[in-house]
């Protein structure tokens, strides 16, 4: 492939992760992100600040909604694959906010499709989420499975925007490969993410809420599978399109996540449990026997090794994050 990839969603939390491995792996890379305030744009200019002036990294601030911007960023730069994992992200606020996720995630995604075709990408990756299973049937989640009964806004969006990828790679011969992110979790994690909230709350004596009876299961995955998964899907050319899960392969409920994390921590959680919120589903498991099989893929970090690696990162970051909510 060229050397130059595009990341969208750059600054983020897995973004800036991966723009890491992909400046060390020797590719030449342009990130764009908005900066947007889903969450403190302070946090993400810090979760860059270490590759901001890197050799081979050129950052860009601007919108994946901007047509007329990402014709610029394609024409100025030999971009040979797209990254995309921008996106609005998050169940309950897409209840809210039903629009302007159609917006970014639909209509984002359709203008980085059209750009990728106009300017010849080689490969295009795609950022899933497990959410698209919705109501599909029983866990383990297999990508086989129909994706076609989301229960919110968020999953309809991604379920839509991997539709068009489907489109794209049908119509215009465009190598496309969707990831389906399960639960990620590791350093630099979303504030509002449930590990990142319980971690903050539980350390700073603060109630801790659950929705439900805490027998709620996720897959949670550590960062350095998924960017390892993510360096394995760009070596995989060998179909059109392509979908592969991304997860550990095990589910973990509520209750056990608080032990891992009151152990980490040294203190104990009060917990509070409130009704289930409406758009959650009760388990997210991955089927990941296709992603080992074509990808090699073999996560390596349980929750019980991968929860002590984020709180000591979330202790060593305490005063960053304060700040970074303060001027939010």
Not at 140 to 146: D, L, S
Not at 180 to 198: C, D, N, S, W
Not at 213 to 228: L, Q, S
Request: hydrophobic share 40%; proline share 4%.
């Amino acid at each position: 492939m060229k050397k130059t990839v595009l990341v969208t969603g750059a600054a983020g939390f897995i973004g800036s992760h991966l723009v890491e491995r992909l400046l060390s792996m020797g590719h030449q890379v342009v990130g764009v992100d908005n900066f947007d305030g889903s969450y403190s744009p302070t946090i993400k200019w810090a979760n860059i600040c270490t590759i901001r002036d890197r050799d081979g990294f050129l950052l860009v601030e601007g919108d994946i909604r901007d047509a007329p911007l990402l014709d610029r960023v394609f024409s100025e730069n030999d971009i040979g694959v797209v990254v995309h994992l921008a996106a609005r992200a998050g169940v309950r606020p897409s209840l809210e906010q039903p629009l302007l996720y159609q917006d970014i995630n639909i209509r984002g995604t359709l203008n980085l499709l059209e750009a990728s075709r106009a300017f010849g990408v080689e490969q295009f990756l795609f950022a899933s989420s497990s959410s698209v299973y919705g109501l599909n049937g029983k866990a383990p989640f297999n990508e086989e499975a129909k994706v076609s009964y989301p229960i919110s806004p968020y999953a309809a969006s991604k379920a839509a925007a991997e539709l068009y990828c489907r489109t794209y790679s049908y119509l215009y011969h465009l190598p496309v490969v969707v990831l389906r992110l399960f639960t990620v979790y590791g350093p630099r994690q979303r504030p509002e993410m449930a590990i990142h909230r319980f971690v903050k709350r539980v350390d700073q004596e603060e109630e801790v809420t659950i929705f439900g009876n805490g027998t709620a299961k996720r897959d949670y995955t550590y960062i350095d599978d998924i960017v390892v998964g993510f360096e394995a899907a760009l070596a995989h050319q060998e179909e059109a399109f392509s979908i592969f899960n991304l997860g550990r392969g095990k589910a973990v409920d509520l209750r056990h996540l608080l032990r891992v994390i009151e152990e980490a921590l040294g203190k104990k959680a009060r917990i509070k449990n409130l009704a289930p919120q409406p758009g959650e589903v009760s388990i997210t498991l991955a089927d990941i026997s296709k992603a080992q099989a074509l990808l090699g893929y073999q996560p390596r970090v349980s929750i019980e090794e991968g929860v002590p690696l984020f709180v000591q990162w979330y202790v060593d970051n305490r005063r960053r994050e304060d700040e970074g909510s303060s001027s939010h």
